[in-house]
T-cell receptor, first 114, second 110 residues
Framework: GAGVSQTPSNKVTEKGKYVELRCDPISGHTALYWYRQSLGQGPEFLIYFQGTGAADDSGLPNDRFFAVRPEGSVSTLKIQRTERGDSAVYLC????????????FGPGTRLTVT | QKEVEQDPGPLSVPEGAIVSLNCTYSNSAFQYFMWYRQYSRKGPELLMYTYSSGNKEDGRFTAQVDKSSKYISLFIRDSQPSDSATYLCAMWTGANNLFFGTGTRLTVIP
């Protein structure tokens, strides 16, 4: 079946602009996660959704970052007033249910802030 | 100090060699230990997971966990050029998110 998909695959934006990154999880997966992977680093947790609600947003670095999952499927990560330090690959993962190590990752969106 | 430490490499080996990849950790709450493989410009793919101390084998891959030393390893036997990728260790406390190492970039030379 189809895996986790993310769009766009690449996004270049200017400092100060607003961006939206989209994640489409595996069908039937109720849990969705966002991670950020900076160059030469492992993925770092940003936020976890169980259904429509953000169950854990402790990894969001500041209030410029926000994510939604209004219908419990597709999720959008929103970054306001982008900074050069936001440049990274943003990975989305999903799992059949919450509270599991078995998370399936998408290919990521490579964000470059110039 | 990061909770999960991994030597970033890079590691370059000839085809057929045995590869050893390692991570250490500091958080005693970690319960599950995973190895992910990440090809260039792709998302991480789960290779193996282990729960307890000891060895787990899957084909050419063996995962080893030593909880007393807070040390995990992944061994790849008869390495192939197709094994060239970044290998990430990851750990889970039983809550929500995974904690990753920095990844080790492996190149297997034909």
């Amino acid at each position: 079946g189809a895996g986790v998909s993310q769009t766009p695959s690449n996004k270049v934006t200017e400092k100060g602009k607003y961006v939206e990154l989209r994640c489409d999880p595996i069908s039937g997966h109720t849990a969705l996660y966002w991670y950020r992977q900076s160059l030469g680093q492992g993925p770092e947790f940003l936020i976890y959704f169980q259904g429509t609600g953000a169950a854990d947003d402790s990894g969001l670095p500041n209030d410029r970052f926000f994510a939604v999952r209004p219908e419990g499927s597709v999720s959008t990560l929103k970054i306001q007033r982008t900074e050069r330090g936001d440049s990274a690959v943003y990975l989305c993962a999903s799992s059949l249910s919450g509270g599991t190590y078995e998370q399936y990752f998408g290919p990521g969106t490579r964000l470059t802030v110039t | 100090q990061k909770e999960v430490e991994q030597d970033p490499g890079p590691l370059s080996v000839p085809e057929g060699a045995i590869v050893s990849l390692n991570c250490t950790y500091s958080n005693s709450a970690f319960q599950y230990f995973m190895w992910y493989r990440q090809y260039s410009r792709k998302g991480p793919e789960l290779l193996m997971y282990t729960y307890s101390s000891g060895n787990k084998e899957d084909g050419r891959f063996t995962a080893q966990v030593d909880k007393s030393s807070k040390y995990i390893s992944l061994f790849i036997r008869d390495s192939q050029p197709s094994d060239s990728a970044t290998y990430l260790c990851a750990m889970w406390t039983g809550a929500n998110n995974l904690f990753f190492g920095t990844g080790t970039r492996l190149t297997v030379i034909p």
